[in-house]
């Protein structure tokens, strides 16, 4: 069965600490992982991440996916309290339309 | 606000009861997505559609829920004979054809069964 598992589960940290956040995942035909941020409301898309595309960086965000090893980690500097937040994995595959989301990490950052 | 929108945002039910849930997606996406997401876990898929087509289902969906996208636009979930299980956010999302794997999400219908 496909699975997106992420780590750690949850994680407080002060502001200006920089934080990794993991992604890892069994699944058939991979196609594409991707990041999101969710505050008290629906999810927002951060990056996609392919087999053409295994890096990707904005502001002080970024993100890099392993192939081989099967897991895409998430890098954010200079933390602040705006990105306290859960942030999601998803992973889609070919020949299906869904996507397998993880549990999530509940990142807090305090002032 | 030219955003995914999602109506109503709370609806509280007794157990028994048959809801309807509405999302409008971005005017110019064709793909849309439905999503359930319980506390504590990630958004677990619903359904997809294509257009007006229904091309996928989890297999996990019992057969109390039902969703229709008639004129490729705006889509319904029903869930019929709520359960207290039933109670969680239920999440739309769409995309574009050319952009497919960048879903951008609504607000979200929390569902309360009492």
């Known amino acids: 069965e496909d699975k997106v598992v992420q780590s750690p589960l949850s994680l407080v940290v002060h502001e200006g600490d920089t934080v990794t956040l993991n992604c890892s995942y069994e699944v058939t035909n991979f196609r594409s992982l991707l990041w999101y941020k969710q505050e008290k409301k629906a999810p927002t898309f951060l990056f996609m991440l392919?087999?053409?595309?295994i890096e990707k960086k904005s502001g002080r965000l970024s993100s890099i996916l392993d192939k081989k090893e099967l897991f895409s980690i998430l890098n954010i500097t200079a933390t602040q309290t705006g990105d306290s937040a859960v942030y999601l994995c998803?992973?889609?595959?070919?020949?299906?339309?869904?996507?397998?989301f993880g549990t999530g990490t509940r990142l807090k950052v305090l002032a | 606000d030219t955003g995914v929108s999602q109506d109503p945002r709370h609806k509280i039910t007794k157990r028994g009861q048959n809801v309807t849930f509405r999302c409008d997606p971005i005017s110019e996406h064709n793909r849309l997505y439905w999503y359930r997401q319980t506390l504590g876990q990630g958004p677990e898929f619903l359904t997809y559609?294509?257009?007006?087509?229904?091309?996928?289902k989890s297999r996990l969906l019992s057969d109390r829920f039902s969703a229709e996208r008639p004129k490729g636009s705006f889509s319904t979930l029903e869930i019929q004979r709520t359960e207290q299980g039933d109670s969680a956010m239920y999440l739309c999302?769409?995309?574009?054809?050319?952009?497919?794997?960048?879903?951008?999400f609504g607000p979200g219908t929390r569902l309360t069964v009492l």
């Open positions: 559609f294509q257009n007006e087509a229904q091309l996928e």
């Open positions: 392919t087999s053409s595309g």
């Open positions: 999302a769409s995309s574009s054809w050319d952009t497919s794997d960048t879903q951008y």
């Open positions: 998803a992973v889609s595959t070919s020949g299906t339309y869904k996507y397998i």
